[in-house]
């Protein structure tokens, strides 16, 4: 069997006894602070919006591994030195992907995150990243090199689809049994973490590991 498929979740860390989160499955991570400075395995999430999109990414993607690298820690906010930083850290760890259920809209920090996703796409390290909210264009998920995501609330959570170009999924996350959904976390980071774990799952079904960066946007019907 090919070597579990790598993913960086930069997101708020992970709390690994939640029980949608398999403890085994997780990386030594770290902590990026709003300067870039990197802390080693802090990463216990106090947030819970880490643990939500990673608890998605390893429901789609039962075999992978997963990075935890914190950038948000009291408040669902990063500066882009940080976001930076940590998808610079992601790639010197060798992983396959990062997800990046988050972006900034303002285009001011469009040019180093440029450069970021120019590095990653260099040591063939995938992002997938929210495209846009709201219809806002983000930073860096709508930049050539990465896959941006929109939401797609009709996409069922097991597949996405590509129209022109653009990827689309759904917005929920795993569900939380006796929890309606529409009380539970929703939104397009969920979209970019359900697409995450998609394609980690394709990548993994390769039986070449040398060919998983070669993997394009296909067209996926939705399932009824």
């Known amino acids: 069997m090919p070597d579990p498929v790598r993913i960086a979740i930069i997101d708020s860390g992970v709390h690994p006894d939640h029980p949608h989160i398999d403890a085994a499955r997780l990386l030594p991570g770290c902590a990026v602070a709003r300067d870039g400075g990197v802390s080693e395995g802090d990463t216990l999430d106090s947030l819970g919006h880490g643990t939500a999109v990673t608890a998605a990414i390893m429901e789609q993607a039962p075999d992978a591994l997963c990075?935890?690298?914190?950038?948000?820690?009291?408040?669902?906010?990063?500066?882009?030195?940080?976001?930076?930083?940590?998808?610079?850290?992601?790639?010197?760890?060798?992983?396959?992907?990062?997800?990046l259920s988050l972006g900034t809209i303002n285009p001011a920090h469009g040019a180093a995150l440029a450069a970021a996703v120019a590095r990653a796409e260099i040591a063939g390290v995938l992002i997938v990243a929210a495209r846009d909210v709201d219809g806002q264009l983000c930073y860096p998920g709508s930049l050539d090199g990465v896959w941006g995501?929109?939401?797609?609330?009709?996409?069922?959570?097991?597949?996405?689809?590509?129209?022109?170009?653009?990827?689309?999924?759904?917005?929920?996350?795993?569900?939380?049994?006796?929890?309606?959904q529409r009380r539970n976390l929703y939104g397009v980071s969920f979209a970019v973490a359900n697409v995450s774990g998609i394609i980690a799952r394709e990548r993994q079904a390769m039986p070449n590991p040398a060919t998983r960066s070669t993997i394009q946007k296909q067209p996926i019907a939705p399932t009824a």
């Open 149 to 180: 995501v929109s939401l797609d609330w009709d996409c069922p959570r097991e597949t996405y689809v590509e129209r022109g170009g653009i990827i689309h999924a759904s917005g929920h996350p795993r569900p939380i049994p006796g929890v309606e």
């Open 67 to 99: 990075l935890p690298i914190r950038v948000f820690h009291e408040a669902l906010r990063a500066s882009a030195r940080a976001l930076v930083s940590a998808i610079d850290r992601a790639v010197e760890a060798r992983v396959d992907m990062i997800n």
